[in-house]
């Protein structure tokens, strides 16, 4: 399977640079997987689309202001520094530009000295392991000195940090949202319970891994980065219970779907637990516990668009994607929506 089979014609106009004021008020492309037809719809009128015992799993995790501009201690030079991940108590792996100023032994400051971090190996990909000394709670002088880590493609400044969150996040982890949750408003979740669909939580920490492109024009030779999840046993026990009742279980976003994917096994029933992932969801696939998902347009030659093509078949996909382009949609993470069902 090559690299190319995803690739489609953007033009850049298409990519949304700012989260529309009303976050349920964009664009819904509703494809049904079996017969490829396509509709079109104003995302809060996904209600309408969605059944009595339905259930709807989002991924609850909290985007961390994880990009902090600091200068290497001695100098005026100044360094990027990403988290990625939290390897154990102060030390994060990291993603640090320029990378030949951050080699091991070399300080850097942030905030004046509020906190330093030393550079303590460079690991796979080139990222950095960096320990953090600091007075007070890490979290709070991250909401103080770090900023949102947008995606590359997007250049204009975010004005309110909430609008690269969902509505429901509470675990704080993730260096990249799950941008299909950020259509989802309070008001619009009351109206989907009050129609008797479930809601159910699991955790997915995203990670930069998301948006590094495939290299490999054998799509099958392409590494996955890997990225923590958690499902806790009463959320485990409402989606199995879906299941059971031979209602849809949908998933919000690509995350949650790899989630669910990760925690089933081979008899369909999902895990609760905790641990890492690095599933690989292309065509081909046998999707072990969703029957739906809800999700963004992705980037072409993205893993991601190689998931939706597994679920919905490459050729529906590539004609919505078309149809998309044609239509105007807005692509990407503050773009438009897309019903998988």
Known sequence: MNLHDFYYELPKELIAQDPLEDRSGSRLMLLNRETGERRHRVFREITEELHPGDCLVVNDTKVIPARLIGSKEGTEARVEVLLLKRR??????????????????????FG????????????????????FEYEGIFEELLDQLGQMPLPPYITHQLKDKNRYQ??????????????????????????????????????LHVGLGTFRPVKSENILEH?????????????????????AQGKRVIAV???????????????????AGSGWTDIFIYPGYTFRMIDGLITN?????????MLVSALAGQENIRAAYEEAVKERYRFFSFGDAMFIS
């Open 112 to 131: 004046d000295g509020l906190l330093t971090g030393e550079v303590e190996e460079v690991v796979e990909d080139g990222n950095r392991i960096i320990r």
């Open 297 to 305: 347009f992705h980037l072409p030659e993205s893993t991601l668009l």
């Open 166 to 203: 969902t509505v429901y996040a509470r675990h704080n982890g993730s260096a990249a949202a799950p941008t299909a949750g950020l259509h989802f408003t309070p008001e619009l979740l009351d109206e989907i319970r009050r129609k008797g669909v479930k809601i159910a939580h699991v955790t």
């Open 88 to 109: 154990g108590d102060h030390l994060w792996e990291t993603l640090v530009k320029p990378g030949k100023k951050a080699r091991p032994g070399v300080r850097i400051s």
């Open 223 to 243: 590494h996955m980065h890997s990225e923590f999840y958690m499902v806790e046993e009463e959320q485990a026990m409402r989606i199995n219970e879906t299941k």
């Open 253 to 271: 976003g690509t995350t949650s779907c790899r989630t669910l994917e990760s925690a089933t096994g081979e008899d369909g029933i999902l895990r």
